[in-house]
């Protein structure tokens, strides 16, 4: 995987423990190595009608959010994961 897609192999270990959360960029690289979409790499639940239901104004702060350090990068996601399991909100 690393070969093909020019990311790490610790990285690579990194995502696969979900240690680390990949940007939208790598998601996209590693998807495109797998030969899958995006969506099916984050949720195999999701398609690609599902994505297009996002709000815009939330994928575009995603997208800035990809620009913060990586440390204020795993507070976002960890304060978001928290208010979900605070309000009870199952992926389902």
């Given amino acids: 995987m690393a070969a093909i897609t020019g990311i790490s ?14 940007s939208i960029s790598k998601l ?16 195999s639940t999701l ?14 702060k995603v997208r800035l959010m990809e620009k913060l350090p990586q440390e204020d990068q795993k507070k976002v996601t960890t304060y978001i994961h928290d208010l979900i399991k605070k309000n009870r909100i199952s992926n389902q």
Avoid: F
């Fill in 47 to 60: 398609s690609a009608k599902d994505i297009l239901t996002i709000d815009t104004r939330t994928l575009k």
């Fill in 9 to 22: 192999c610790r990285m690579i270990a990194y995502y696969e423990t979900r240690v680390e959360i990949p």
């Fill in 28 to 43: 996209e690289i590693i998807a495109k190595a797998l030969e899958i979409s995006v969506a099916e790499l984050i949720d």
